[in-house]
């Protein structure tokens, strides 16, 4: 099942104190960047972040869910509707999330 526009828009309003959060669309989901880094993403209108550290321990409940079939698991949020957590969920994470690979130039 793909996510709806709908559940992307909502989520972007709930991160809307934060600058520089963006999102790439991937076969009916959604990948959600924060300062160019990807945190995670919108699969099947459930919000999914990468399982860092930070994240694990900010989290009152762990729960890791399958983005989709064969996938690496990754934290479900289910706080969505709690704008102040989120962005501080985002902004504790940030620093221990990978740098974007460089792409060569063919």
């Known amino acids: 099942m793909a996510s709806s526009k709908q559940y992307l828009q909502f989520i972007l309003a709930q991160l809307s104190d934060l600058t520089d959060v963006t999102y790439r669309s991937m076969m009916g989901e959604f990948i959600i960047y924060y300062q160019g880094k990807i945190v995670g993403g919108i699969y099947d209108d459930r ?35 709690q704008p102040k957590f989120l962005t501080g969920l985002f902004q504790i994470m940030v620093d221990q999330l990978p740098e974007p690979k460089k792409r060569k130039n063919n």
Do not use: F
């Open 47 to 81: 919000l999914l972040v990468k399982p860092v550290k930070t994240a694990i321990e900010y989290m009152p409940t762990v729960v890791y869910e399958k983005p989709y079939d064969g996938a690496k698991e990754m934290l479900l949020v289910n706080e969505v509707d």
